[in-house]
């Protein structure tokens, strides 16, 4: 049994994928071909927001737009601790301070009032509080109208960190058009993956896009020679961009799959462990499965004697990490971001995982 199967998408797609990359091969344009283009017009389709610009990866993609909003600093960026490096990599990478903001213990997501009381804290250190970036922790979207009505106060850029949650919804609205700016990853273990590093920022105003445009390729101006700011080189292959052509294709199908997968598990596992919540007229896609047990460690041994794959994101809260630990947080401490570190964990998860294994998970609690 695998934990993300890879290969029984790669056996589905079959020829469809030998095709797409022989057509690059042959074609020959690898930087910026014909399908980088094609994809993101798949992409805006998909998401409906106004641009959507593919890049090299889902870090670059938060990385681009504070640096197209001029973020560094003296400013202070809000970003959940319990998250994956990268959301706030990108933040002291661009000069600015992350502050670390608690999560909801229904949602894993950011919690509201704590980013609030980080507004607070942002003035006591002299920073000016300019961004927030919520995360799409496990596939679930954040509740961005309550982070939206706080962050407007403030003339708050929002960034919502969508490296897990493309393809889920909220409140009927898609994950792309949530944020002032959404990035994505397609780093081959996340929903919609490629075969390497790619993602995606998403925004409906213009003007930002075409400056992101401008720094994915070392800050161009009119013409290739004429850098007009500082930039990055962040292009996603024309390889990654025919394999994502294909692979969008089978997406909405593979999200309702997850999407079985998790309802059953959520109906066979209610009465033993602690299931994910989603929040009102939210659907995930479902990057992963995560429970929360009071005893982990047994449940882990349970699966362990049983050869199921079981992993823990994340062990660590960012703000207990030795890169981060100087870093202002919220209140002196992250309550749920430390419980959760110790209590969650992932099942196996994918749209290709069968009936029989999905009967073995959960045979493995009881
Ligand atoms: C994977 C991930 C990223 C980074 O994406 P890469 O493509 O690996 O750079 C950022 N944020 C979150 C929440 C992620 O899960």
Redesign the pocket.
Known sequence: MQFIDLKAQRERLGSKIDDALLKVVNHGKYIMGPEVTEFEGMLKEFSGAKNAISCS??????TMPLMAKGIGRGDAVFVPSF??A??AEVVALAGATPIFVDVDSKTFNLDDESLKAGLSLAKEEGLMAKAVIP???FGQPADIDAIKEISDEESMFIID?A??SFGGTYKGRKVGTLGDAT?T???PA?PLGCYG???AVFTDDDELADIIRSIRVHGKGDHKYDNVRIGLNARLDTIQAAILIEKIKIFPDELEKRQVIASLYNNALREVVGVPNLGNDVTSAW?QYTIVAEDRSAIQEKLNNAKIPNVVYYPLPLHQQTAYRHYPIVGGKLKTCEYLAQHVMSLPMHPYLSPEDQEKVIEAFL
Not at 57 to 62: L, S
């Open positions: 990866n889902g870090t670059d993609a938060i998250t994956f990268a959301t995360v799409g922790l960190d490296a897990q990035s990853s397609f780093f996340k590093d790619g993602g990057a």
